[in-house]
């Protein structure tokens, strides 16, 4: 399972620390950084694979695309992650999108859990939760609503209130070769 060729590690391991520093600083991660790493992910693996190469290449863009998609129409996060994690699925493919998913939620989830106890938000958090199990429900106009997430980022107390998400992939995508790396299948 884990990737024979070492380029398509390091290449993703430098954006994602570059998205995290970004995510964490502003709360922002750059088209300037995942369109081309997104394009350059699916030409690496035409050259590399061919046609063979491009279908794993767009699967994986298209995995790394979905699974944020939807928490994105909620307002639950910025496009900016959405296209940092089909960028990466432009380089890893399905499987390994798919793995540092998991272990990208995950670490959000431990920080969320750590940014509830510090910041004893609890109610604004429950108060959020239904928010989106509203917007969930209805699938109405709610929907796509992008103001929220801007509104949250100009903030003061936005640290204490939002997870980078960017950094979470990183970490993420670390562990996620860390344990491929010690348990190799």
């Not at 307002?75 to 380089?91: C, P, R, T």
């Not at 004893?120 to 108060?127: A, S």
């Not at 949250?152 to 998400?165: G, L, T, Y």
Request: charged share 10%; glycine share 10%.
């Amino acid at each position: 399972m884990f990737p024979a060729p070492l380029t398509p590690v390091i290449v993703v391991l430098v954006a994602a620390l570059i998205a995290a520093v970004t995510d964490v600083w502003k709360f922002k991660v750059y088209n300037t950084l995942t369109l081309p790493l997104l394009v350059s992910g699916l030409i690496y693996h035409t050259i590399i694979g061919g046609s063979q190469g491009l279908a794993s290449s767009v699967t994986g863009l298209l995995c790394g695309f979905a699974i944020l998609f939807f928490l994105y129409l909620l307002g639950g996060m910025g496009a900016g992650d959405v296209k940092l994690m089909a960028a990466i699925g432009a380089w890893m493919g399905m499987p390994l999108t798919y793995y540092i998913f998991v272990a990208s939620s995950l670490a959000a989830g431990v920080y969320a859990i750590i940014l509830l106890v510090m910041s004893r938000t609890l109610g604004d958090t429950w108060v959020n939760f239904q928010i989106l199990w509203i917007r969930l429900a209805t699938m109405g106009r709610h929907l796509g609503n992008d103001e929220r997430f801007e509104g949250e980022i100009k903030r003061s107390d936005r640290r204490r209130r939002m997870v980078p998400f960017a950094a979470m992939v990183a970490i993420g995508l670390i562990g996620t070769y860390l344990w491929l790396w010690a348990n190799p299948s």
